[in-house]
């Protein structure tokens, strides 16, 4: 085989690649990572609603695993209000004590679990 196809031969090998190129082969390369979201079962699904519901009404702490296009992210928060196909988390970074709040689709949550707390 050719010595270019071995290696990073695509870009060491080219000594006039336009930027157009350059820039569709990254974006394309990073297309390839993107995360497909996952279907979940009803009883996992009824897991996540209940847990939910035991957040707002008892104001318990759950860590939430949310889908991302790229990687799965995690917050921990209380629910405190929810509607139709969203529902709101309240959450306090423990380092600098600013609190903030933010909407979350139901279709986003893969993984909800109540928090221990110690004291």
Same mark, same amino acid.
């Given at each position: 085989m050719s010595k270019k196809l071995e290696r990073n031969? /695509?870009?060491e090998s080219s000594r @006039? @690649? /336009?930027p157009q190129h350059k820039e569709s082969a990254i974006r394309n390369q990073k297309e390839m990572q993107r995360i497909q979201r996952l279907v979940l079962d009803e009883q996992e699904v009824q897991f996540?609603?209940?847990t939910l519901s035991q957040s707002q009404m008892y104001k318990k702490t759950v860590e939430l695993t949310l889908y991302g296009v790229y990687q799965p992210r995690t917050i921990t928060g209380i629910v405190t209000r929810s509607k139709h196909g969203e529902f709101r988390v309240d959450?306090?970074?423990p380092s600098s004590g600013?609190?903030?709040w933010s909407w979350i689709s139901y279709k986003d949550v893969l993984k909800v679990e109540l928090s221990r707390e110690f004291t």
């Open positions: 031969g /695509l870009w @006039m @690649m /336009l996540i609603s209940a959450t306090v970074d600013v609190e903030d």
